[in-house]
């Protein structure tokens, strides 16, 4: 192993957030029982704020980046990991409070790892990454609460983003119909591929909600947004449905009344893919190899190289990326 590794380093100065292409001290990277050499990670929401000192998500600098990655062990404490091992990481705050994977190597905790799954290779585990594991743990938990299929659309709010897109290709392909919401009227042919039966305008359900019920609409929903809008949703939902909530794009407050819980039975679920007991985080795992269409997710990547993070970081920010951003780091 070099003395150094190449990553995106974030500095502040002056409360201003730079990132630039910097060789690292391997002395440098945090504790951990288990260093892996990245072969890939993701651009997320989350990616851009951090690289744009939004949010406070990062207090101690300097830091690298990335919610995400995918890799092969080089070495181990960890009695579950051998080096050679492949393995994913999402979740754990990894690329906030810990050194993320924008860097040729990571240190972290093996309980955070997963093993990858026979069927799915390093490239296509971040082709997945945080959005498409987040998406799945969305499809798995609105299944568990009773989401059937022959009880009409499931709708995805923020449905060319990257949970949405993923989600949008997994309900599909469970056979649910599928309602895709979208702020930009040039995605429409982008989301029917990805097998929507009708695109709504994100502006029909940004609007606050003028009687605190509709019709009876939505059987599901898997909501990448909050706000306004999920105020709106939650007066046109089906009776005993439920909404997964992912996001928090559209903000943190939630004006609504008890209406949709006390006569429709409407329940919220909260998506925590971040803190995810081992048990579950392999089983979804699991499922996204077996459940989740390969053939469209390779439809919605776009693939960029470590260099161009600094660009992109901004670019997630002004809704200028689609689908999944995989960055080839290292390889496989």
């Not at 999920?230 to 407050?253: F, H, I, R």
Request: net charge negative.
């Amino acid at each position: 192993m070099s003395e150094t590794f190449k990553a995106v380093l974030l500095r502040e100065a002056d409360k201003k957030v730079s990132a630039a292409i910097e060789q690292v001290p391997v002395a440098d990277l945090p504790e951990g029982d288990v260093t892996v050499r990245v072969a890939y990670t993701t651009l997320n929401y989350k990616d851009g704020m951090v690289m744009n000192g939004i949010g406070r998500l990062v207090r101690d600098y300097p830091h690298i980046p990335g919610v995400d990655f995918s890799g092969i062990v080089e070495s181990s404490e960890h009695p579950d990991y051998q080096p050679g091992d492949k393995v994913v990481l999402t979740g754990w705050r990894v690329g906030e409070v810990h050194w993320g994977g924008y860097g040729e190597l990571a240190r972290v905790k093996g309980d955070w790892l997963v093993k990858l799954p026979e069927g799915i290779g390093l490239d296509d585990a971040m082709a997945i990454g945080t959005a498409g594991f987040t998406a799945m743990l969305s499809v798995d938990t609105l299944e568990r609460h009773g989401l059937e299929k022959d009880r009409g659309d499931v709708l995805v709010t923020g449905a060319a983003g990257g949970v949405g897109s993923v989600a949008t290709a997994i309900l599909a392909n469970l056979g649910y119909s599928v309602a895709g919401s979208t702020g930009r009227p040039e995605q429409a042919d982008y989301l029917m591929d990805l097998g929507v039966s009708q695109v709504i305008d994100r502006a029909e359900l940004a609007q606050a909600p003028s009687r605190p019920l509709a019709g009876e609409r939505f059987a599901g929903c898997i909501d990448n947004v909050a706000g306004t809008t999920l105020s709106n949703v939650l007066t046109q939902m089906k009776y005993g449905s439920a909404v997964a909530a992912v996001g928090l794009a559209g903000g943190n407050e939630l004006n609504t009344t008890v209406l949709p819980f006390l006569l429709r039975g409407v329940s919220i679920l909260g998506i925590d893919s971040v803190i995810c007991p081992k048990e579950r985080r392999l089983a979804i795992w699991k499922r996204i190899a077996t459940d989740l269409p390969m053939q469209k997710l390779h439809h919605m990547i776009e693939r960029h190289t470590l260099e161009d993070l600094p660009n992109l970081g901004k670019k997630i920010l002004e809704g200028g990326v689609r689908g999944r951003t995989v960055i080839e780091v290292s390889g496989s």
